[in-house]
């Protein structure tokens, strides 16, 4: 009689060798064992280039929101309001996992820089008023 062929173990797991892997990165081609594996939508990438493009460099929405910001401070309140809205809606975005949190801090800068502006316009305003009543 003939005996059944022998499957060779699987290959071991490029972070974890004493697991096999299950299944190539679709974008370096380690192997990859269950556990390590990131199904995050359709990529199948490893853990290793996962982290790397979630970490990639900062979205212009997150660059532009720290901008805005500043020039909100130089300029006028419109352009620090502007850069507050996209810093919240960057920072969801990042928690989300949708944009690199490179842009983390850019979004923090806006976020912080535009509050400083409604803080800014809010004190002219009071001055403003209490000159205003003061005067008559």
């Known amino acids: 009689m003939r005996e059944a062929p022998v499957k060779p173990p699987p290959a071991p797991c490029h972070l974890h060798p004493e697991q096999g892997a299950v299944a190539p990165c679709r974008r370096c081609a380690a192997l990859s064992c269950v556990s390590c594996l990131a199904l995050s939508g359709a990529h199948g990438w490893c853990r290793t280039c996962e982290e790397h493009a979630r970490l ?45 949190r490179a842009g983390r801090e850019w979004a923090r800068a806006g976020l912080v820089l535009g509050w400083t502006n409604v803080g800014l316009a809010v004190v002219v305003g009071l001055v403003s008023a209490w000159l205003g009543l003061h005067r008559s």
């Open 56 to 100: 990639g460099s900062a979205s212009r929405r997150a660059v532009a929101s720290g901008v805005l910001g500043g020039a909100g401070l130089c300029l006028a309140f419109v352009p620090g309001l502007l850069g507050l809205v996209l810093a919240y809606a960057e920072l969801r975005s990042i928690e989300r996992g949708d944009t690199p």
